[in-house]
């Protein structure tokens, strides 16, 4: 599905498939969804099994039928075959007309293979394309060569050019179309494997080797690829990374037991009406990408940006009001309030209850199984999160309670941005920044009005607040006013993971940033921030979350 491996070949569509396109039945029009998840691929090895894909189906499954979605197809694990789904999307296709919206997903494992000597017209061998699998699907050895002594099916998967076959199908009735593709190569990247409690959507594509693939046929009748973005210009793509990059699977809440795609948990909570956004459903392209990248990269603590396409028409009406029969059921649960600590080579944290009137701290004790969302080492005094990232250094176990402070009001920020988030990033992009190094950080939000209230602060591995903007009210204005960067930083101790936080509102908040400026101290009070900002914020205000990471010294 990859935009980028495609030729740019022009396509002229004709003034009646215009027509077609831009024609509206209101009073016919239907959403129409196919969701297909899979966890489980017997015919792959155990640990390349997946946790999170069922998750992401069942959620996005729920949201749809919390919106009266009465044509809905759901495939999982054992039923996601290719004997099911290429004839469920066929018949869903057969079913769409004018001014539909069809919505595809797919959570799974993804690979980027090569084409050999059976392939469409108009590509070329050994380039790679992308194929999403499916349960039964087994793969060739590194010699090419599939192996089905054991059982599953190599034509046990969907390459990507098929799908924008059909995908032209509805094109060419006149449907909108979504496609979220939570896995590998969705957009051209993949899932990286992470040696930890984590999963990942990653596998290597081993050439097959001359006649071993039982989708060589297929792809010598798929027409020659076109670009989708002159020739599916109602298709808009939400892939979960882009050709490029890896990404994980991740626990969605933070601190809970389930694993996710960050990709598909933002679009449930667009569906079910979590999101509070601009008119609504009534969502435009720009309107979609801003809300989905923004919260899938505070989701995955910054480790993944979504390849969101294509970036053309960015005022074409995706998903409508219209789209949608009832009222949504919005995603409401409370924080997880036990924070588990794992010291690995040294005694157990001592447990706390209740801490601030807030959150437990748990000791998991080396050696157990049980999931950990801080990890501390004693021999070097470093904190970890459960992604393996370094939070803190130079710590002592008797300042663990600030950092098992700042996870737990780091979760409640991500419930309260999950409704109206604000898209912030750095302009030398996410990496390691060392001391004295400048990092600024902007939001390019289209939705802020220049009179727009703000605080900017940060929030350290160890849970202390440095209050960044305004700084004065003699020398900074309490408004944005037009403004979309915010001067430089500097990378300073503490070093490990920072989260710089943009809070703004349409309503003064006077009181809020003194708050805010008050806290700006040695001692921990990122969960007192995070209560005086729900104290203070109103529906109408937005959350912004950017993390970035420092060190101490540049290596040489």
Known sequence: MSWSNMPRTAVRLAGALLATLVATTAATAETRALVVGVDTYRYLLRQQWLRGAVNDADDIAAALRSRNIRDLTVLKEQDATRSKVIPALDALIERSTAGDLVIFTFSGHGVSELWGKSRPPGTTEGVPHETFLLANVV?????????????????????????????????????????????????????????????????????????????????????????????????????????????????????????????????????????????????????????????????????????????????????????????????????????????????????????????????????????????????????YSAMRDLLADDIGPEALTGVAEREFAIRKLLRMSTSQPLELSLDKSDRLYYEGEEVAVQTSDRFLDKNTYYALFNITGRGQIQFVYPLSEKNDSPTLNGRMSFGSLKAAKPFGTDMIVLVTSPKPMADLVAKLRSFDDRTPRALDAVTAIEAALDQSGRIGLQGFYTSRTKPR
């Open 139 to 383: 793969i060739p050895n590194n010699k090419g060569i599939v192996d089905t002594t054991a059982g599953g099916d190599a034509a046990d998967r969907l390459p990507g050019t098929e799908l924008n076959q059909k995908f032209s199908r509805l094109q060419a009735k006149g449907a909108r179309i979504i496609f979220v593709a939570d896995a590998c190569h969705g957009g051209g990247g993949t899932r990286r494997f992470l040696p930890s409690e984590i999963t990942s959507r990653s596998l290597v594509g081993q050439p097959y080797a001359e006649g071993q693939d039982p989708l060589a046929a297929l792809y010598a009748s798929l027409p020659t690829p076109v670009d989708p973005d002159i020739a599916l210009p109602n298709l808009t793509l939400l892939a979960a990374v882009d050709r490029y990059h890896a990404v994980r699977e991740v626990v969605i809440p933070k601190g809970g037991d389930k694993m996710r795609g960050a990709l598909s948990y933002s679009f449930a909570r667009l569906i079910d009406g979590t999101a509070k956004l601009p008119n609504g459903h009534d969502l435009t392209r720009r309107a979609l990408f801003d809300y989905v990248s923004a919260t899938v990269r505070a989701n995955a603590a910054n480790d993944q940006d979504p390849d969101l396409q294509p970036r053309r028409e960015p005022d074409l009406l995706v998903m409508k009001n219209a789209d949608f029969t009832a009222s949504g059921t919005p995603s409401t649960a409370a924080e997880v309030r036990t924070v588990r600590v794992r010291t690995e080579d040294g005694p157990p944290v001592a447990a706390a209850q209740n801490v601030k009137g807030a959150f437990d701290i748990v000791p998991v004790e080396a050696g157990q199984t049980a999931p950990a969302d801080l990890s501390y080492v004693s021999k070097t005094r470093s904190v």
